[in-house]
């Protein structure tokens, strides 16, 4: 009788414990810190289609005017290898607030350049304070997350770069169109200082502080070098396909150079869309389904190259993309954070600076093989580089 009763009633806590779960809410400073990614992502993506308008104010040429955004690259990788770490020691919320405010500075200060040298210093101190930011929010989004739903947090902060890519660079180039080109950068900056306040007095946990990691000392953490060789390969393909794409519609398909908005349009909504899918990642595990996410996206690219000649197809498997690298990206960050937690900002930060390398190499690497070749060899190359990807998952799980 005493066995049945305490039978009854671990039930029932155990239901109580399930029912508990179940109604834990994402916290509201996820949303904020989906904004904060949302204002990153408007500067990495508005100079390419504001830079005519650029180069021609400054009395320079379009190429000039992109070195810019590699100077905003070449800052963020920096950074984050090397300033991310301390993240672990000061907290990811203090670390976010005052990379934010430099972020501020240098979106101003590329505002008023006055010739593109103070314009490409300007984005590197832009790009030194992204590559902090960056992995501060992916710390704070593994830390607030509720017990259960870590992939959703993760998958809503994410959805930042689809609100960038389909709100901000449209909003951009309109801006850039009535105002002028500088004041693009005046309303970016205006709303990185907002969101710098909103986080300052943001009420929120963010776990215990610990030491700051040396970049190495990170990388010895088990698993964190295999799952940065599949960052490396999964960024590089991203990245290198993406470049090329707008010029293959141009040049291949002979259509005009709007056709690359619904692309990024079609790309953002398959992205943004899988924040709706993201629990499933909670069920069955992020380890078990990464490198079968990196095969799918492989099994993407092929699509890719088999649809290259039509752009009804190429939107189609855009979306599909979209929709694949966002569970590609939140499985990843779950994955790398969940390692040492005491050493979450030193990995973020090695996340962040191999992000933006691969970015670099792969854009160099597969211009050089679409220079002499056509398009539909960047995406088998890229269904190449996802196999590498999947076998470094399976490698960092084991």
């Known amino acids: 009788m005493l066995f049945c009763k305490y039978e009854v009633m671990t039930n029932i806590n155990q239901s109580i414990s399930t ?79 005052m990379a934010l405010l430099l972020l501020a500075a240098g979106l101003a200060g590329s505002a008023f350049a006055p010739a593109l040298t103070l314009l490409v210093a300007a984005q590197f101190i832009v790009g030194i304070a992204a590559g902090i930011a960056l992995p501060a929010i992916y710390t704070l989004a593994s830390v607030i997350a509720p017990a259960g739903r870590e992939s959703e947090t993760i998958g ?68 964190v070098a295999p799952l940065l060789v599949a960052c490396a390969a999964f960024m590089a393909a991203f990245y290198g396909v993406y470049a090329y794409i707008g010029d293959h519609l141009h040049a291949a398909l002979g259509l005009p150079i709007s056709a690359n908005g619904l692309i990024a349009v079609s790309y953002g909504l398959g992205f943004g869309g899988a924040v709706f899918l ?23 690219y092929l699509l890719m190259g088999s649809a290259s000649g039509s752009y009804p197809g190429m939107l189609a498997v855009v979306f599909l993309w979209g929709l694949a690298n966002h569970f590609g990206l939140n499985v990843l960050i779950m994955r790398l954070t969940a390692l040492d937690p005491a050493r979450r900002g030193a990995i973020m930060g090695l996340n962040s600076g191999v992000t933006y390398l691969a970015l670099f190499a792969g854009t160099i690497g597969f211009g050089a093989a679409y220079a002499g070749k056509a398009f539909p060899i960047l995406p088998l190359a890229a269904a190449g580089l996802m196999l590498i990807a999947a076998l470094a998952a399976a490698l960092a799980r084991r």
């Open 19 to 97: 029912l508990t779960t179940e109604r834990a809410r994402i916290p509201p400073f996820a949303f904020l810190l989906t904004i904060c990614v949302g204002v990153i992502g408007s500067n990495s993506l508005a100079l390419g289609p504001i830079a005519p308008e650029v180069a021609e104010s400054l009395g320079t040429r379009v190429p000039a005017v992109m070195t810019a955004s590699a100077a905003f690259g070449i800052g963020t990788a920096a950074s984050a290898v090397f300033l991310g770490r301390l993240i672990d020691r000061h907290g990811p919320r203090r670390m976010l607030g």
């Open 278 to 300: 993201d629990r499933l990642i909670d069920r069955f595990g992020a380890g078990r389904l990464l490198p079968v996410i990196f095969l799918t996206v492989g099994g993407v």
């Open 156 to 223: 809503l902060v994410l959805t930042g770069w689809t609100l960038s890519m389909v709100a901000g660079v449209p909003l951009s180039a309109a801006i850039a169109d009535f105002t002028g080109w500088r004041m693009v950068y005046v309303v970016v900056s205006a709303a990185t200082l907002i969101a710098c306040a909103a986080v300052r007095f943001a009420a929120v946990r963010e776990g215990t502080r610990g030491k700051a990691t040396s970049p190495l000392a990170a990388l010895g953490v088990r698993g």
